[in-house]
């Protein structure tokens, strides 16, 4: 696993504001592909990746970000698990 250094460059920097103006708390890569179609795909994985190692960024599992501030567990969840669905206790006790 390459190691990048914690300096965050301009362009780094503009990836933060991109996401964060955009108001993206989660996302995966392909969607950050899909809005950012003048990135290539290397330059992109380069740059979320120092975002990470930076802590700008926090990596759920392979090609699923989020802000280091997101905690909303169902959100997650439903990135992690598209097709599944909140149990009837869980749905409950988050209404309390």
Same mark, same amino acid.
């Given at each position: 696993?390459?190691?990048? $250094?914690?300096?965050?460059? #301009?362009?780094? &920097?503009? !990836?933060?504001?991109? *996401?964060? +103006? @955009? #108001?993206?708390? *989660?996302? /995966?890569? %392909? #969607?950050?592909?899909?809005?950012? /179609?003048n990135w290539s795909? =290397? +330059?992109?994985?380069? $740059?979320?990746?120092?975002? =990470? %190692?930076a802590n700008f960024? $926090?990596? *759920?599992?392979?090609? !699923?970000?989020?802000?280091?501030?997101?905690? +909303?567990?169902? *959100? =997650?969840?439903?990135y992690l698990m598209?097709? @599944?669905?909140?149990?009837?206790?869980?749905? !409950?006790?988050? &209404?309390?």
């Open positions: 696993m390459k190691r990048y $250094s914690k300096t965050v460059t #301009e362009t780094e &920097m503009g !990836l933060l504001k991109f *996401i964060q +103006d @955009g #108001e993206l708390q *989660i996302f /995966t890569s %392909n #969607e950050l592909k899909q809005q950012l /179609t795909k =290397i +330059d992109l994985q380069v $740059s979320v990746e120092k975002l =990470i %190692n960024l $926090s990596r *759920i599992q392979r090609a !699923l970000y989020c802000l280091p501030t997101f905690r +909303d567990e169902y *959100i =997650i969840g439903q598209p097709d @599944g669905a909140v149990a009837y206790w869980s749905a !409950l006790h988050r &209404m309390a």
